[in-house]
Nanobody, 119 residues
């Protein structure tokens, strides 16, 4: 059974940082793109950052220069370092995998972790 388990969300002030982690189990994830999507209240789920097995990445424009995605294939783990956070980054962050594309989500989703940026 495939499972993606996120951790690392929380409450942080504007300008602060959070580091999200996602551990995948139940499959061979080194062959898939892994990454992060987010959904803010009243908005559609959007791609934040994804990374291919070989290291190619895709970021949404609003996080470029502030967020960094990385992965450890041996541990089936993907990370998202989020710096200089803004209130607009407030959302539920979902880990995703199962796709071979950097542009479309895969069929596996985590349960989500809340990230809140507020003074």
């Amino acid at each position: 059974q495939v499972q993606l388990v996120e951790s690392g969300g929380g409450l942080v002030q504007p300008g602060g940082s959070l580091r999200l982690s996602c551990v995948a189990s139940g499959g061979i994830f080194s062959i898939y793109v892994m990454g992060w999507y987010r959904q803010a209240p009243g908005k559609q789920r959007e791609l934040v950052a994804v990374i291919a097995s070989g290291g190619r990445t895709n970021y949404t424009d609003s996080v470029k220069g502030r967020f960094t995605i990385s992965r450890n294939n041996a541990r089936n783990t993907v990370y998202l370092q989020m710096n200089n956070l803004k209130p607009d980054d407030t959302a539920v962050y979902y880990c995703n995998s199962g796709s071979g594309s950097l542009a479309t989500p895969g069929r596996f989703w985590g349960q989500g972790t809340q990230g809140t940026v507020s003074a």
